[in-house]
């Protein structure tokens, strides 16, 4: 048996550990996992606990299939910790099959709580409900004209228009409005055809 270091506290640990038993960070046992882990995020299997790129379907330790556990997600395009329990279970729910999570804002929307989400299809507000969540506006991507925002004194306002409106969705962090306003113009941007 080695020891290999842990690259997030640098405590040495078996070379055969699945995770740290320091600070619980995941160890990737292949360097072409290690490079493709890199590029999506990692996941980490909640039946098995082993880790995996998160552009992989299923598990490949046991074969659990993933789906699009946004939870646990490693990457920098959304904050983890906006969702909780209830919300994260409604949007996989919500989500298509081959449908990728791009960005997620916590916000308002007619005066209802929840998260606006923008997926490579399109893009939906899901409300907390008591009992159960609920799509309260849904957008194709295609439907899209214009995406902005404004900056008020606390938090900011994102506007989506379309051809038949203009849906407001208020008390958004600053921060997350700026990138979730970002990253939407930059899909539309790819969607349209070059002229």
Same mark, same amino acid.
């Given at each position: 048996?080695?020891?290999?270091? /842990? %690259? !997030? /506290? $640098?405590?040495?640990? *078996?070379?055969?550990a699945r995770a740290c038993p320091n600070c619980g960070m995941p160890i990737i046992q292949d360097d072409n996992l290690s490079l493709e882990a890199s590029e999506h995020?990692?996941? @980490?299997? =909640?039946? /098995? $606990? &082993? *880790?995996? %790129?998160? #552009?992989?379907? &299923?598990?490949? #330790?046991? $074969? !659990?299939?993933? $789906?699009? /556990?946004?939870? @646990? @997600? =490693?990457?920098? *395009?959304?904050d983890i910790d906006t969702l909780d329990k209830t919300e994260n279970t409604h949007l996989q729910r919500v989500l298509l099959d081959g449908e990728d999570v791009k960005f997620i804002a916590k916000g308002t929307l007619f005066s209802s709580v929840g998260i606006l989400v923008c997926t490579n299809i399109r893009l939906f507000f899901l409300n907390r409900g008591i009992l159960y969540g609920g799509i309260y506006k849904e957008i194709n991507l295609r439907h899209v004209n214009s995406i902005y925002k404004k900056n008020k004194l606390l938090y900011s306002e994102i506007y989506i228009e379309t051809g038949a409106s203009v849906i407001p969705v208020l008390n958004v962090k600053k921060e997350v409005a700026d990138s979730f306003v970002r990253s939407v113009n930059e899909l539309l941007r790819k969607s349209l055809p070059m002229v």
């Open positions: 048996m080695a020891l290999i270091k /842990c %690259p !997030e /506290c $640098g405590k040495e640990i *078996s070379n055969k995020g990692i996941i @980490i299997c =909640r039946k /098995c $606990g &082993y *880790s995996i %790129p998160a #552009n992989h379907k &299923y598990c490949d #330790n046991c $074969g !659990e299939k993933l $789906g699009n /556990c946004v939870e @646990i @997600i =490693r990457n920098d *395009s959304f």
